[in-house]
């Protein structure tokens, strides 16, 4: 058994190359369609949570995602946050005005020139279906 556990792990790394280590943006693009096609067609499949690891961990250390995440460790909890929800889900400031308002105000926050809101928080943790602490400002 375990010999055999260990060649269908061996096989596994050939076929999917970030599980074992790698950090070629190549085999990092590779995980990321096989996430996104686990969770559409198999979402209850054990790859997930091996494969989201495994590109958490890259997404961390890779240099083309240096400056991305520099600025979020610098922003408050909740506008790191939304800056990562922007960009998952391709929103821009003007996305914002049933949570938020209008465009400038969006823009102030980001900037940090004013804080999210209880309201404002409220409102974001329903639209995006999470819990109002992750909006937190720490």
Do not use: C, W
């Amino acid at each position: 058994m375990i010999a055999e556990a260990i060649k269908a792990s061996n096989n596994l790394i050939k076929v999917v190359p970030l599980l074992g280590g790698s950090n070629s943006k190549a085999d990092y693009e590779q995980a990321l369609e096989l996430v996104e096609y686990l969770i559409e067609h198999q979402p209850d499949h054990p790859l997930i949570e091996m494969l989201t690891d495994k590109v958490a961990k890259y997404e961390d250390s890779a240099p083309e995602f240096a400056a991305f995440n520099a600025r979020i460790t610098a922003l408050p909890g909740g506008v790191a946050l939304l800056r990562v929800l922007m960009d998952q889900h391709n929103l821009n400031q003007s996305s914002f005005v049933n949570e938020i308002g209008q465009r400038s105000y969006v823009n102030r926050i980001l900037k940090g020139e004013r804080s999210l809101t209880d309201k404002h928080k409220a409102a974001l943790a329903k639209r995006f279906n999470l819990p109002f602490e992750a909006f937190r400002e720490d």
